[in-house]
């Protein structure tokens, strides 16, 4: 066995005998960080696009409104499209962020057990799907948003190529004969309701650290603000295809 | 009551490892389960067979040292309870029953259960301590501590340092450990002087010695015999956070 105390590897130090920046950044709670703040930053996202996405409820005309507002906000002070390219940019940013740390932490994670258990047992913590689901809900979501790309932005995929008429792709993507988008789009708001439902507190957990009250506050909000967000994205498309927009 | 036992076996710490099964008779329900390995392990040695090894101490849930995962679970299926502390009344006659030594990079295997933990103790080494002047001890009130911290910091000592932790956490992390000693000392007036080159020294000795990050799932502290909460593991991101900053 081994008795050496003395710790493996020091942080590197900089001139002035500081520790370097990246190498806490880079620890396992600088990278939870990252992913803490470029979730929530999502997070604040989703709820705009889950409010933004009821326009299509008040008709065609206020949907479209709706979208070409976010083109136009702030002209002519501003160019046209600065808000959705200030959002566009920080969207991508904010992906990138978490994914990066999410595969860092992933693969350190899998290399901290290289000998898996025989036995498995059942889950007993306070986050029990978490384990399950983040990562393959991850790649769900991740799929699930190139379709969606694809399907509603660049219109790859839509029969409605008009980019003015937002409430048009909407009502042809959720088609009933188009049932499997359907399909796949709620599943994808499952796999999103499972990872908000960890991710909010565990974020603020990783910000903030509440004490046993407070955090089990945040985990009652974190359910609360996934069952929200899947609820009003979901009314969207199972209102089309029942018919109740067209 | 009679038990079927699959252990693991390995013969050393480079060895290549296996679940072997063993049938034990005659356990007494009042018998703890060290106790019925004992039992095991003399019936080998009248075998002439090699007997299974295994970390114990103390015997009465206080020390640490037993570490056994048992069906999975670290100490087994009762709550709050170390291995040594469990006892053979949780089974019934004819049972089947694993195992395994904690799996984690940073705890290799020594032998057969038994796991190497120094890592713990160079975490500890990496600040999980005060410097103090030495000398007769203090008067009892010299440092008055608000009832509170007191009893925070009491409750976050109660770690043991078994690895419990580290062994239920699906990314094996060492987190709720090392947060356990941070919050402990940051709840104390005499934790102070250290407590940003604590924390910082202690995640990176952490991190280097191969325990994976938190994911916050609490399987963690649902193993912990002491019952130690995710609380201080957020006291060690907040103070983490703000050590950082400030060392930035």
Redesign the interface.
């Known amino acids: 066995?081994?008795?050496?105390?003395?710790?493996?590897?020091?942080?590197p130090a900089k001139a002035g005998g500081?520790?370097a920046?990246s190498?806490?950044l880079r620890?396992?709670?600088?990278?939870?960080?990252v992913m803490a703040v470029s979730g929530l930053l999502m997070v604040g996202f989703i709820i705009a696009h889950m409010a933004g996405n009821l326009h299509v409820f008040e008709g065609r005309e206020s949907m479209n409104d709706y979208a070409h507002g976010l083109r136009t906000f702030g002209e002519p002070l501003i160019p046209h499209e600065s808000l959705l390219w200030v959002m566009r940019l920080g969207l991508i940013a904010a992906v990138g962020a978490h994914i990066w740390s999410s595969v860092v932490?992933t693969r350190?994670?899998l290399?901290?057990?290289?000998?898996?258990?025989?036995?498995?047992?059942p889950?007993?913590?306070?986050?029990?799907h978490?384990?399950a689901t983040?990562r393959w809900g991850a790649a769900v979501i991740v799929l699930f948003v190139t379709w969606h790309l694809l399907d509603l932005t660049f219109r790859t995929v839509n029969p409605v190529k008009e980019v003015p008429d937002a409430y048009g792709a909407v009502v042809a993507a959720f088609a009933p004969e188009r049932w499997p988008v359907t399909v796949f789009y709620l599943l994808a708001l499952v796999a999103l309701g499972f990872h908000l439902r960890?991710g909010i507190?565990?974020a603020v957990?990783?910000?903030?650290?509440?004490?046993?009250r407070w955090?089990a506050r945040w985990q009652a909000a974190a359910l609360g603000v996934s069952v929200i967000v899947v609820a009003g994205f979901a009314v969207v498309p199972l209102a089309v295809s029942f018919g109740l927009v067209n | 009551m009679k038990l079927k036992l699959r252990i693991w076996r390995q013969s050393g710490a480079e060895a290549k490892g296996r679940m072997v099964e063993y049938i034990v008779d005659g356990i007494s329900e009042d018998a703890s389960f060290l106790e019925m390995l004992d039992v095991l392990n003399e019936q080998l040695i009248a075998e002439g067979a090699d007997p299974v090894a295994f970390d114990h101490d103390c015997r009465e849930g206080i020390c640490g040292a037993c570490s056994l995962v048992i069906d999975g679970q670290a100490h087994g299926p009762q709550a709050a309870t170390t291995t040594c502390q469990l006892h053979m009344r949780k089974y019934r006659d004819g049972d089947v029953i694993d195992v395994e030594p904690w799996r984690a990079g940073a705890f290799p295997v020594i032998k057969d259960l038994v796991v190497d933990r120094t890592a713990f103790d160079r975490i500890i080494a990496a600040g999980g301590y005060i410097s103090a002047p030495t000398g007769t001890a203090p008067d009892a009130h010299a440092t008055p501590v608000a009832k509170q911290d007191a009893d925070a910091a009491f409750a976050a000592a109660a770690c043991i340092g078994c690895g419990a932790c580290v062994a239920a956490c699906p990314n094996g992390s060492g987190m709720l450990f090392m947060a356990a000693k941070v919050a402990h000392l940051a709840r104390m007036p005499q934790g102070q002087p250290e407590r940003h080159t604590r924390v910082l020294g202690m995640v990176a000795e952490h991190d280097a010695s191969g325990f994976g990050g938190c994911t916050n799932t609490g399987e963690c502290s649902a193993a912990c015999p002491k019952e130690i909460g995710l609380d201080v593991i957020g006291q060690l991101n907040r103070d983490f956070r703000k050590a950082a900053a400030k060392a930035a």
């Open positions: 066995m081994s008795t050496d105390l003395k710790p493996r590897k020091a942080a500081r520790p920046r190498p806490r620890s396992s709670i600088g990278l939870k960080l932490l350190r994670a290399a901290a057990r290289p000998v898996r258990y025989a036995s498995k047992k889950a007993k913590g306070e986050s029990r978490a384990a983040m960890h507190w565990s957990q990783t910000i903030a650290g509440p004490d046993t955090r």
